[in-house]
Every structure is written in C-alpha cells, then in structure tokens.
C-alpha cells in the first residue's frame, strides 16, 4: 500500500484572529523583511507554498476601525513579485477577489507573476457581494449575493481563454529572421456574458505552468460546487478527523461528478499548531496563546457581531449576557453576518451551560481553528494520521507570531515527518504545480 504524501503550506499571520501582535516577540506585518523571513523558512521547510491573503477594506466595529486591521494589508501581487525575487522553489500564492476585478487584468497579472517566478504562482480565488466592501469601489453593492458565484465562474472562463490564447511555439525568438513573435498564433479571446462582454488579445504568453493553480476557499454548496469544478486545491476549515472526512468525501465526490481525476483536487484545513518539550507543557503554552489572542475586548466584540447591541457592560469573564439578540447587521461590517443571531445565541448559551464557560472562555471554543499540541513527534503523528484517514492532503499552517512563528515547527517537526516518509527530502520539480503534483 502507498502511504500518502502531506503537503505543507504557509499562511502569512497578517490580521486574522491567530495573530498574536501583542506578544513581545511579534514584529511587524507589513515590513518586507517579515514576508521574506516567512516565506524563506517555509522554503527551508520544502512547503508547497506560501499564501497571503487580501482585505479591501478594514473591518469595523461599533462604528470605529476594527483593532487587528490598522497593521496594515498590504497588495497581493507586489508582496509576491516581490519574494520571487528573493525565493527560488517555494509557490506563492495569492487571494485576488472576482468581485471588483476584471479577467484581462487578473490573467495578465497571473501570468507576470507565473514568469518572474518561473512557475510559481498561484490564485486563491474569492468572492464578494457586500455593499460595505464594496463601497470602496465604483461598483459598491452592485452584486446580488445569489450572483457572487455566477460572476465568477464566467470571470475564470474568461480568464483562462486569455492563459490560452498563446499557442506554445507563439514565442519564436529567432533572432537570425528578425521574428520574436509569431502573430498568427495568439488567438483573439471573445466573450460575452451577463458579466463580462470581453474582445481582445493577452499582452503575454502564460507563465511556465501554463495556468497558475487555482486555489479557493468556500464552504456553501455554491462555494463546494465552485470549487470542485474549477479549484486545484481547496482551503477549508473543517478540523476535526470526522468532519475533515466528510468534507474530503464531499468535494472528492462533486470533482469525480464534473469528470475531474479527485486526486488533482487538494484539500487543506488551516491549522495551528503549538510544541513543547512534553505534551503538558504544549497545552500550558496553549492556553497562555489563546488567552493572548482573545482579549477581554476581543471577546465582548466577538459576542456583539450575534447580539447585534452593545455588552460592553458586561463582564468577558462572567456569564453570557440574558438580554436577546437584535437584528442589527450594523453593528460589524466586513465580518460575515448570522443569518438568525437568535438560533447561534441559542446554541452559544446550551454550549455554555454545559461546560461551564464564560464569554471570554466560550468564544476562545468557538474561534479555535484546528490545533496541533504536544512535542513535536506526536504533531507529526498526528498530521500524518489525517492525511492517511483521508481528513485532508495537507495542511495550511497559521503561526499565531509574525515573522517567527513558523521556525520551530520547520525545524522540529519536519526532520520527523521526513523520517516517517511522510514528506519530501527535496523538492522534486521546479513549479507549484509539480510540488502539489498536479498536471499541466
């Protein structure tokens, strides 16, 4: 029996609710210095990739700037033009949203990035529908929600007509007959769509994959369906081996469905992951990192997005509050809203009741993304354990520190995955595509 391969990749901190910015050995978010040192030690670490996503507008709360965006977001394509310059095998990857962009510009930024890295980029494609995102741009709230998916599906066939409108021996580069391009072999792409009514010609030929990989994140059976027919690896926050398996089973299925080979479909859960020299003193330092990510503050806010009203009376250390949700979808922008606050308070307070929790230690339940605690060989253990179960392929680590956060995992667990056979010794190809095995 062939044992299965974990795939590894690395999630830049930047604001999130894994980030730790307070902590004494946290650095800084925008400095290039720290992508460089995250995106090198995951090379070190032979990671598939490394992947930074994108804000287009800083979150609010209660009317004021949201505490974690003011660090900054930087933009997706100068961040990764930039580390290909100062990597040489690790895939970067990128989250460009099909909302408020157009295909021309997108495959031609693509397909830039894919040639100064020589074959190492990669899309993380999203979607948006929300007026207050929106509102940054000329288009503000001009999608329906039920129209997000429509939009980008016709957005990545658009796309892809441009990756392959070049023929392969368009780029002649004979110098003897005077001829670097042969214009007979670049195709006019011509599309028209309720989105898109698109006539013109790629300024470049695709980068040395052909296509960038596609990578997409959606949970929704619009987000599942999305994703099996057109995605290369799918980001999903399904933790647990139980609904890690379901989830696998799900979209393997939906890609088989679309006439897909399932094995060119990658799945990979966000994961953290906390070491210690024994498996108490992990959960020690475990405990000491969710305290730290989720404040006093933090909790209160994270309880008002489904009470829709101001608890900032209320003790974070206390009982949940015993006044109703209201329907104020004010109250936090740029955050998804509960569809019904008094179905989710419902089940935050029989979850509280039932283990004893207050705001603060309920909402450190409800936010945690999939953890990895203990020494160092039973992480890995463990990650092997999920990738043989067929939970996931892989993992997207989140460090909760910027820009060290990854060292000791790299150093630690990864010679212990290679001894398990679990992971590569070397990378075995030049491009993303061949680090994830996928075909051209």
């Not at 072999?185 to 698109?198: A, K, L, M, N």
């Not at 179905?343 to 509280?352: F, L």
């Not at 060290?404 to 990864?414: A, K, P, Q």
């Amino acid at each position: 029996m062939n044992r299965k391969h974990i795939h590894l990749a690395a999630h830049f901190p930047g604001v999130n609710n894994t980030t730790v910015w307070t902590d004494p050995e946290a650095g800084s978010q925008i400095d290039f210095d720290s992508f460089v040192h995250l995106a090198r030690t995951a090379e070190r670490g032979l990671f598939d990739f490394f992947f930074v996503a994108e804000g287009l507008r800083l979150r609010e709360h209660r009317g004021r700037i949201y505490d974690l965006d003011v660090v900054g977001r930087p933009d997706t394509f100068t961040v990764l033009a930039a580390l290909a310059a100062v990597t040489d095998r690790i895939g970067l990857t990128g989250t460009i949203n099909t909302t408020f962009n157009e295909p021309f510009e997108v495959a031609r930024q693509f397909a830039t990035l894919d040639q100064l890295s020589e074959g190492r980029a990669g899309w993380n494609m999203v979607t948006s529908s929300d007026a207050f995102t929106g509102a940054n741009f000329r288009r503000g709230g001009f999608l329906d929600h039920a129209d997000r998916y429509v939009r980008a599906e016709q957005f990545v066939s658009v796309t892809r007509k441009f990756w392959d409108s070049w023929a392969p021996d368009a780029v002649l580069a004979d110098v003897e007959a005077g001829v670097y391009v042969d214009p007979d072999r670049i195709s006019c792409v011509e599309y028209s769509g309720t989105h898109f009514d698109v006539r013109g010609f790629a300024t470049l030929p695709a980068g040395p994959q052909g296509h960038p990989v596609l990578l997409q994140a959606g949970d929704s059976p619009e987000g599942r369906a999305f994703g099996a027919r057109h995605a290369d690896a799918l980001f999903t926050l399904h933790g647990s081996l139980q609904d890690g398996q379901r989830y696998y089973a799900d979209v393997k299925a939906r890609a088989r469905s679309y006439g897909r080979d399932p094995n060119q479909l990658k799945v990979f859960p966000a994961a953290t992951f906390v070491i210690g020299d024994t498996d108490d003193e992990a959960q020690d330092k475990a405990r000491h990192i969710r305290y730290q990510q989720v404040s006093d503050a933090t909790a209160i806010a994270m309880l008002e997005q489904v009470w829709g009203r101001d608890l900032s009376a209320y003790d974070a250390d206390g009982p949940l509050p015993d006044v109703e949700p209201i329907a104020d979808t004010t109250i936090s922008q740029g955050r998804v809203q509960h569809a019904d606050p008094a179905a989710v308070a419902s089940r935050y307070r029989e979850r509280a009741k039932a283990e004893n929790l207050s705001i603060r230690e309920l909402v450190i339940a409800i936010t945690s993304r999939q953890q990895f605690i203990g020494t160092s060989a039973r992480i890995a253990e463990e990650m092997d354990h999920y990738v043989e179960a067929d939970a996931c392929d892989g993992f997207i680590l989140v460090p909760h520190l910027t820009p060290h956060g990854l060292d000791d995992f790299v150093d630690r667990v990864v010679p212990l995955l290679q001894e398990r056979g679990a992971f590569r010794t070397e990378y075995a190809g030049k491009t993303l595509r061949d680090h994830l095995g996928l075909k051209p």
